[in-house]
T-cell receptor
Framework: KQEVTQIPAALSVPEGENLVLNCSFT??????LQWFRQDPGKGLTSLLL?????REQTSGRLNASLDKSSGRSTLYIAASQPGDSATYLC??????????????FGQGTILTVHP | DVKVTQSSRYLVKRTGEKVFLECVQD?????MFWYRQDPGLGLRLIYF???????EKGDIPEGYSVSREKKERFSLILESASTNQTSMYLC??????????FGPGTRLTVT
């Protein structure tokens, strides 16, 4: 079964820390992997998309890496701020079949950055 | 910027009512999706559409139907709402192979 797992489920850090969120997937045959942010009661905001041929993507203080062979992706957040507090979701588009862009989501990591 | 809009942020309906949730995207995306999100269960795909009038069932289609008469609009229909359909409903769209963009969500309560 194609699954996505995120560890840890929750993380609390002081402001200014660099942190890493982890995502693992069960099948290395993927089209891409996408990281999202979700604020309470809101929709998902796309942060980074990594195609299967790429190793990493960067946007501002965010850096996402992809290692297909080990079935892992990490989201690195530099110099965390209280405004980064949210739930972070990892989603994988597995290859094969007629998926038409269907994503398989992890359960998310709830991040709290305290001043 | 891609924009995905949903017709309501909050909706309260009674058991047995027919409920329509509307989603519109403005970027000419071929693929559109309806998910529901519940605590502890994460996001689950209800239905998706890869072209006008084309649809496929997702992981939890029971109790739902969809309609896509125009490329930009994808509707989710609850034929007879039940309390176990109380949830956050999220619409998304994508151009094939690229980023998936989400709407703001509709919090539906069925009483």
């Amino acid at each position: 079964k194609q699954e996505v797992t995120q560890i840890p489920a929750a993380l609390s850090v002081p402001e200014g820390e660099n942190l890493v969120l982890n995502c693992s997937f069960t099948d290395s045959a993927i089209y891409n992997l996408q990281w999202f942010r979700q604020d309470p009661g809101k929709g998902l905001t796309s942060l980074l998309l990594i195609q299967s041929s790429q190793r990493e993507q960067t946007s501002g203080r965010l850096n996402a890496s992809l290692d297909k062979s080990s079935g892992r992706s990490t989201l690195y957040i530099a110099a965390s701020q209280p405004g980064d507090s949210a739930t972070y979701l990892c989603a994988v588009r597995y290859a094969g079949g007629t998926s038409y862009g269907k994503l398989t989501f992890g359960q998310g990591t709830i991040l709290t950055v305290h001043p | 910027d891609v924009k995905v809009t949903q017709s309501s942020r909050y909706l309260v309906k009674r058991t047995g009512e027919k409920v329509f949730l509307e989603c519109v995207q403005d970027m000419d995306h071929e693929n559109m999706f309806w998910y529901r999100q519940d605590p502890g269960l994460g996001l689950r795909l209800i239905y998706f559409s890869y072209d006008v009038k084309m649809k496929e069932k997702g992981d939890i289609p029971e109790g739902y139907s969809v309609s896509r008469e125009k490329k930009e609009r994808f509707s989710l229909i609850l034929e007879s709402a039940s309390t176990n359909q109380t949830s956050m409903y999220l619409c998304a769209s994508t151009k094939r192979g690229y980023e998936q963009y989400f709407g703001p969500g509709t919090r539906l309560t069925v009483t």
